[in-house]
């Protein structure tokens, strides 16, 4: 069987409803995976995953190729003689931008949020967070290698150079709830925000006599705690040893918009990375960038979509 044929029959198995809709959005995933194989930019493994029958794998596949749908335009080199390495890899002038993509299945997140239950009301914002999370230290460890040194990373492979910028693409669409955005945190900040500063929930002082609030503002968090009690770090951009990570690109990508649905993206910049990829290089509504104001703190500011070349 071809692999287009392959493509088509799985996708039109899962997604199996008869209306308008779902013929359209069948239609738009058959035709974002074709073209990525026809690209040559995909995985030899794709089409074996993809039609795996297994979730994750699917999910992953559909990211890819979603993503290589929206960077349409960019430079893409010949790197069939670079083996194995990051998912994608674009030019930016001279210098090689490396992206890694990871789609983080709902694991430990209640089933009647990412199950759509109707009459949901919890938000289970800690436990999306460690999605976030735990995505961005399996693809860091996949650059830099992990604490423990039994895992080397694409730098002491030599698959990048220290020259070269690398992205880590989060897509979230396993871990949004209906009209609920994968991306928006309860910070009201997105959650790759929150999982790389160390940016918390708003918070009020209240003054107990008057009842007037005397303050306000994010809580200082560095840290989540898991369901073992354990502290999970969440500076990542403050922390030395991710100065190889440039930025982080945050999706919410599954193909719905050809049935009017909103697929946000955005992009988080790492204030410390040795090499920083400019604004608007990557397709984004808004882009997060974190400038010091002085040797204890930086200021944390949204570029809207019209200030940048969104591509």
Request: hydrophobic letters at 40%.
């Amino acid at each position: 069987m071809c692999m287009q044929k392959m493509i088509e029959d799985h996708i039109k198995k899962i997604f199996d409803g008869n209306s308008p809709k779902n013929d359209a959005y069948r239609k738009e995933l058959i035709r974002v995976c074709n073209e990525f194989v026809d690209s040559n930019l995909a995985d030899p493994k794709f089409v074996k995953e993809l039609t795996s029958g297994q979730g994750s794998k699917f999910w992953a596949c559909i990211s890819e190729a979603l993503l290589a749908d929206r960077l349409r335009g960019k430079i893409f080199p010949d790197r069939s003689a670079l083996g194995e390495g990051p998912d994608f890899l674009l030019m930016d002038g001279d210098r090689k931008v490396w992206i890694e993509v990871i789609c983080p299945e709902p694991r430990n997140v209640p089933a009647g949020w990412s199950g759509f239950e109707k009459g949901v009301t919890d938000f289970p914002h800690v436990d999306i967070l460690l999605r976030w999370t735990a995505a961005i230290k399996e693809k860091s460890e996949k650059l830099i290698g992990n604490t423990a040194g039994t895992i080397k990373g694409y730098l002491q492979k030599g698959v990048v150079s220290s020259d070269d910028a690398y992205v880590i693409a989060v897509n979230g669409c396993q871990l949004r709830n209906g009209p609920f955005s994968a991306l928006v945190g309860i910070s009201q900040f997105p959650f790759a925000v929150e999982a790389v500063f160390p940016v918390g929930p708003i918070q009020m002082k209240i003054n107990r006599e008057t009842h007037k609030v005397v303050e306000q503002g994010h809580q200082h968090r560095p840290h989540i705690i898991n369901r073992n009690n354990s502290q999970v770090p969440a500076y990542t951009f403050l922390d030395p040893r991710f100065k190889q990570i440039s930025a982080i690109w945050a999706v919410d990508v599954n193909g719905g918009t050809v049935v009017g649905n909103s697929e946000p993206m955005t992009v988080i910049h790492n204030p410390n990375a040795l090499n920083p990829i400019p604004l608007g290089f990557l397709p984004a509504e808004s882009e997060y960038v974190a400038t010091p104001c002085n040797d204890d703190e930086f200021l944390l500011e949204k570029i809207e979509s019209q200030n940048i070349n969104s591509g």
